[in-house]
């Protein structure tokens, strides 16, 4: 079974993704992950992000590994890493780029490939997987989703103020659903859920019941 998350930075897609793939026995595609990875890759290797031709060369030469809460490059552990500051605001170079696209969503229709997952990105339920078999999108205010961003980072260490944050989110928004490929975009079929004063537990459990739903054939609870 697929069950595809999509929806904006923010949002506490990750999060609930990973918990909602626990509570189900499924594996968990953190696709963001793969585009940070390729980014530091191209980060790590000198490249001119503007320099299309180099960034697919490094994502056709790179080879990107999830494994349960780790991301590996060619090799090497890269999961702190590809959650950098310089990363966050490279990877779009990476996101834009239709030929790095492809590779990657090549690369998530082979893992995919008869197993039971929980996909979560900005283009799983429109471009990668059409066919899926639960589309979820997820999505919060501005204003809460700078707040759960300013949160995770000063658990870091780090810490910014809310409105560059909410600025900053709205930048990548803007980004995100203008890229003319594997752009941020609802799914008609998908069941918007708005997670606002929920808490990471309590959206699980809404994506839980419409999961079942979704399984049971069809019929998707409010
Ligand atoms: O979810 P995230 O912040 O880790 O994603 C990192 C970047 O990758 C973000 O700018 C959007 C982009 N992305 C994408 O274009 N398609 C996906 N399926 C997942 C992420």
Known sequence: MIVTIDGPAGAGKSTVARKLAQRLGFHFLDTGAMYRAVAYGALRAGVDLSDAAALIRIAETVRVDLQPGRVRLSGDDVTNQIRSAAVTSAVHHAADQVDVR???????????????????????GTVVFPQADCKLYLS???????????????????????????????????????????????????????????????????????????????????
């Open 102 to 124: 492809q590779r990657l969503v090549d690369l998530q229709r082979a893992l995919a490939e008869d197993a039971d997952i929980v996909t979560e990105g900005r283009d799983q």
């Open 140 to 222: 919060a205010s501005p204003h809460e989703r700078a707040r759960r961003r300013q949160r995770e980072m000063e658990q870091r260490g780090e810490g910014v103020d809310l409105e560059q944050l909410v600025q900053q989110l709205s930048e990548r928004d803007q980004r995100d659903a203008s890229r003319p490929v594997g752009r941020l975009q609802q799914a008609s079929d998908a069941t918007f859920v708005e997670t606002d004063g929920l808490s990471s537990d309590e959206v699980v459990d809404r994506l839980e019941a419409i999961v079942r739903a979704c399984r049971r054939g069809g019929h998707r609870p409010e």
